[in-house]
């Protein structure tokens, strides 16, 4: 039987372990993103991706982007500002800068249309409030296809399943060829 005390320390060890148990499962963990390409400068690791992994024109993209600590310890509410450039031969030119984004909990998502193919470039600027205090620069690169992008390789592996497919008929009418001229 329980008494008034040992019913109060029973409740008094619940309530403290529940309490535990919630600080622990409030943490936040940045997960790692699938497919991403991944820097690290200073004490972050920044990863991006696009959904989907080959951004058309003309179709919304998404940008996402995952800043961690490189000693596994979760960042919250990191300062950060994206721009995105187009790369044309040896100029870069800037399309769109955001002002500056606080990053809940290790994640954020960019949407973005591009309105021309070929390769561009994505800055993620990090404001290193809590070590340097300097801004740190990510770089990555991203490849818009166009409308026609798939005939580069369409087209040549159409060119070679057609010249298989040619030498294949002739080899095998010379090989007939032969035969017949022995009979």
């Known amino acids: 039987m329980v008494t008034g005390c040992h019913s109060f320390a029973l409740l008094a060890i619940i309530l403290l372990a529940s309490g535990l148990l919630l600080a622990a499962a ?4 940045a997960d790692p993103l699938q497919n991403a390409y991944r820097q690290r400068i ?10 989907p992994k080959s951004p058309a024109v003309g179709a919304p993209a998404s940008i ?10 979760d ?13 044309g031969g040896d100029t870069v030119q800037e399309i769109v800068r955001t002002n ?32 340097s205090g300097q801004t740190l620069q990510f ?11 798939y005939l ?9 399943v057609a010249a298989a497919g040619a030498g294949a008929a002739f080899f095998m009418k010379r090989k ?8």
Do not use: C
């Not at 996402?64 to 310890?73: E, K, P, S, W, Y």
């Not at 770089?139 to 992008?149: A, K, W």
């Open 26 to 29: 409030a943490a936040a963990f």
């Open 42 to 51: 200073g004490n972050y690791d920044v990863e991006m991706t696009t959904e």
């Open 64 to 73: 996402l982007v995952r800043i961690a600590g490189v000693n596994g310890d």
């Open 75 to 87: 960042l919250i509410d990191i300062p950060i500002t994206i721009a995105l450039a187009k790369l």
């Open 100 to 131: 500056p984004i606080v990053v809940p909990y290790g994640h954020y998502t960019y949407d973005y249309t591009f309105a021309d193919p070929g390769r561009y470039v994505l800055y993620v600027y990090l404001n290193d409030y809590a070590y």
């Open 139 to 149: 770089t990555f690169f991203v490849n818009v296809t166009g409308p026609f992008d």
């Open 152 to 160: 580069y390789v369409a087209v040549p592996a159409a060119l070679g």
């Open 176 to 183: 007939k060829r032969q035969m017949e001229s022995l009979k």
